[in-house]
């Protein structure tokens, strides 16, 4: 007589150290094999989108900082600044479109830098998690010196951003360049050719180029499946069109690909600052947008490259001084629904390799 | 490895940080007048995404006096708005950020406990300077 065998329903989380906020997968296993994952969300949910309905436009800037994804501030300062401006049809100037360019892209390395040692750390890497931390501190004292916040800046302003740069910051800005790219060659070695590390992600959690496009899936996600679509490239928003840089993509859709991919990414965004601090114009940072603006009747969608992919955001406006209706595209959410299609046939252990590698930020799954 | 340690030691030893820090709200006495500067132009509670400042005022015209000024700093998101439309800096970002109470009715900050929290010395008054408001 055979022995009996079922199905075993796992939860992981809601409270989890691996999960990056409030996740609850509910995993059905198979001995130690993965059958089938659902992750279960709502954990964090923080009803931004109506809240931005209550608020006028000059002040849910505050609102998309912390709303959406917590990491990436001033990419989502930027996305809601560029959809008002092209909703109310305000021309930042050029200076200030530049500035927006440098914070985002030193945002996209402190969010790769926090992805990059937590992710390590789930692995079992404490080395890389402390070098990173150490190198996002510097960024982030950077947006110190300029914004006055360290994480929730509300820096941007519709129409261009609140404070010119201080003097001496673009040479430190540089600086801190200079001493960043070797950096993350560092880490490259630690992990690129490290055997555990190899052995753990090389492989793992594959994704076929066609279940991504199905999926919704963006950004490094996307790319390390090689859907070669970068919103900077195929939609150039801000200055993006007279920067140069590359859009790395790689074919295996592997756990390893989209490590691979995030570490490429770091060191276009450090081309991408280096050209814009040096070109960086003079003049006007901000264009003069009162207070309690109010936006014309009519509708904007606008999306942008952050650092988890394709983030867009569709303002419907009623002509009051209040949003009639705000939708988030947030890319963390599509890249969550990948995730099932990624743990199918894996074993337990490899869940947390898994789901850390697609980087997802619970706050902006959820909103 | 033989480096010096980066460790600071928290409670004992602080990290300065930048003049344009967004640490808590006050308002500064005016040196010539004794008084803060405040105008009662209500800009602040209105612009403040949290509505958590709460301003009242009595008399008319040149009498007219500041009789309540609370923020509730358990709401408050730093977000600087209220430092940003102030046309009389009258309302300042302090360097100061511990403001961790065993209360949180100690989180209400009245307008005594707002003077008091301004540094004698002139400070950075948020982020100014930048361009045309």
Redesign the interface.
Known sequence: MALRTEELMLNMGPQHPSTHGVLRLIVTLDGENIVDVQPDIGYLHSSVEKMMEH?TY??????V??GMDYLIALNNEEVYCLAVERLAGIQPPERARYIRVIFSELNRIASHLVWLGTWAIDLGATTVFLWCFREREMIL?LF??????RL?H?YFRIG?????L?EGWVEECGAFLDYFLPRVDEYDKLLTENPIFLARTRGVGKISRADVIAMGASGPVGRASGVAYDVRKAAPYEVYDRMEFEVPVLEEGDCFARYLVRLAEMRQAVRIIRQALRDLPGG???T?VP?TMKAPRGEAYVHTESPRGDLGIHIVSDGAETPYRVKIRAPSFSNLYALTEMMKGWKVADVIAILGSIDIVLSDVDR | MLRRKVTVKYPLERLD??N???GLLALPIDPETGIDRCIICF?CER???DRCIHIEAEGKGKERVLTRFDIEMDKC?????CV??CPTEAIV?VPHYEASTYHRGRLLYDLQDLRRAAPKEPIAR????????
């Open positions: 608020r000059v002040q849910n800037v505050a609102l900082d912390r004292d110190e010196k300029v914004t006055g916040g929730h509300v261009g951003v609140y404070a010119d201080p006007e940072i901000r003069r207070m | 940080v930048s344009r820090f967004h800009q612009i403040c995404p998101c730093y977000c600087g708005y940003e439309v970002f948020g982020i100014v300077g930048g361009g045309p408001r």
